[in-house]
């Protein structure tokens, strides 16, 4: 009925205004929004019409002392590309790499043993990550205080609150080479008879994300990966990140765990970034393990590049859905009350129809009765 009623000029912005929710939510940033020099997934979304490129280089270097001293040295490629979906709240992302690697084993007394060279794609995940809560929206919360620079810049209760995002997809293995984020995998599935991963398998994963003073932002993830394999793997990553003096410079600190049946460990990362422009970032990080078996360390050269079709609602836009909104909840009224009064007027005008046919009735039967006494 609202539809019929509405004219041309409504019926060709109701579309804008199912939408106009969405647009005004917009994850959008105006620089890149980069998850590196991080490993962990923030919790919001590039935006939409964004196609956003991460790209590391890294050289890496492994010694496994309890494992007749073998030794693994080489290089990757890591990429991540993630696209901003129709919906605001929506990310597709693809993770993946190359690894080229020498590895070598020893016997106990240093002898000669075994060495071989491997090059091949590392496992790639495919995966959606989707906004659940942004506590951002609420300006109770996050509101600019004009009133007061100390209670602007100091951190309240409400920024203990976290943007919460889920994300879940699928790993798939294209080698044997590497799994369960093992570079000795291989050999210790010759001593250990290890199974081998299934080629393709679920995730699932939940990342949050705090901001304190405009400085500071503080990232959460806890995933649960291999889901149909034989050994699941969880993965945790603390991600903590600050913004310099100088805005386009930035460093950050991460800590990873991760734990299955057949490899785990602790890992510290540090790095720093730069911003090139408001669509590119280089970084660079460097990390390793906590324990000796193995030792682990690496260093790492990374690039962000951000290619933007995101198109801005202009304030006039936005107050044309206002005034759109307004003039369509003053149509549903008026729709409401004219269907109301057709009801009564259907209702009166039954009545009056049944009257009528009550007297036509009555007339009837009285001619009828004239007729026979005459």
């Not at 912005?13 to 969405?22: E, R, T």
């Not at 603390?238 to 310099?244: M, R, V």
């Amino acid at each position: 009925m609202v539809l019929n009623s509405l004219n041309n000029k409504m019926k060709k912005h109701l579309v804008i205004f199912f939408l106009a929710p969405l647009i005004l939510s917009a994850q959008y940033t105006e620089t890149i929004n980069s998850n590196r020099p991080g490993t962990s997934h923030g919790a919001f979304s590039v935006g939409k019409d964004v196609l956003q490129f991460e790209l590391g280089i890294s050289q890496l270097n492994l010694n496994h002392k309890y494992l007749n001293n073998s030794s693994v040295k080489g290089s990757s490629i890591n990429y991540n590309v993630r696209y901003g979906l129709h919906f605001e709240n929506l990310e597709l992302f693809l993770k993946g790499g190359f690894i080229k690697r020498e590895i070598k084993k020893f016997t106990i007394n240093g002898r000669y043993f075994e060495s071989r060279d491997e090059k091949f794609f590392s496992e790639h995940k495919v995966g959606l990550k989707y906004l659940v809560f942004d506590p951002f929206k609420n300006k109770k919360w996050h509101g600019e205080n004009l009133y007061s620079w100390k209670a602007q810049g100091r951190i309240k209760l409400t920024d203990l609150i976290p943007a919460i995002s889920i994300f879940a997809g699928g790993d798939f293995v294209l080698v044997d080479h590497i799994q369960y984020d093992d570079h000795f995998y291989r050999t210790k599935q010759q001593q250990y008879l290890y199974p081998d991963q299934a080629p393709f398998s679920p995730f699932f994963g939940i990342a949050t994300q705090n901001h304190f003073q405009g400085k500071w932002v503080l990232v959460n993830n806890i995933s649960i990966e291999n889901l149909v394999g034989e050994y699941s793997n969880i993965n945790y990553l603390f991600t903590l990140t600050h913004n310099l003096t100088n805005p386009k410079w930035s460093i950050f600190v991460e800590f990873q765990h991760f734990d299955n049946q057949i490899y785990s460990d602790n890992l510290v990362k540090f790095g720093i970034a730069n911003l090139l422009s408001k669509n590119s970032q280089i970084d660079f990080n460097v990390g390793g393990s906590l324990k000796d078996t193995p030792t682990y360390s690496y260093f790492d050269l990374g690039f962000s590049q951000r290619i933007d079709w995101h198109k801005d609602i202009s304030p006039i836009d936005n107050e044309r859905f206002k005034q759109f909104r307004i003039d369509l909840k003053q149509k549903r009224k008026e729709e409401k009350v004219n269907k109301k009064s057709s009801k009564k007027l259907n209702k009166t005008n039954k009545k009056q129809s049944k009257a009528e046919r009550k007297n036509l009735k009555k007339s009837q039967k009285v001619n009828r009765k004239k007729f026979l006494i005459f």
